[in-house]
């Protein structure tokens, strides 16, 4: 037996980071948003906060979960909150989600949700040490 699925949130947790709408040319061959497109908005948002967290150049080392809730459509405007989760000595693990609102609803709709692990990295792209 699986357990339950949680309830949906009904607010985004963090901080907003980017915003967009999905347009005709980011959808899949069945008319939804590719999943590709969402994750690179995803990683864009998370690396504003990396950065700005690191005050340096930063990159994405790995996703670690990432969880498709809700197909995107074309219209819908798309916000990722990021909140930091943890600071490593280089590395930032900073939780994402995108929520979206529809052109005729009244109410945001959280789609996707994941955490992404980023490293600060110096002047010739090597790790160092986040500045706290």
């Known amino acids: 037996m699986t357990a339950p699925a ?3 949130p009904a607010a985004p947790s963090g ?5 967009t709408i ?6 899949n061959n069945n008319g939804d948003i590719f999943g590709g497109w969402l994750v690179s908005q995803m990683d864009i948002g998370g690396a504003i906060l990396a950065r700005s967290t690191a005050l340096s150049r930063v990159t994405t ?3 670690d979960a990432i969880s498709f ?5 074309v219209g819908d405007i ?3 909150y990021a909140q930091l989760l943890s600071i490593g000595r280089t590395s930032m693990k900073i939780s994402i989600e995108a929520w979206v609102h529809r052109y005729a609803a009244s109410q945001q709709q959280q789609v996707t949700r994941g955490c ?3 490293v600060a990295l110096d002047s010739e792209g090597k790790p160092h ?3 706290r």
Do not use: E, G, Q
């Not at 999905?22 to 959808?27: F, G, L, R, S």
């Not at 809730?69 to 459509?73: A, D, I």
């Open 69 to 73: 809730l809700r197909p995107v459509v």
């Open 78 to 80: 798309v916000t990722c």
């Open 61 to 63: 080392v790995a996703i």
């Open 116 to 118: 992404f692990t980023y």
């Open 22 to 27: 999905a347009m005709p040319a980011d959808t």
């Open 129 to 131: 040490p986040v500045k």
């Open 6 to 8: 949680s309830p949906a």
């Open 15 to 19: 901080d907003v980071v980017i915003r």
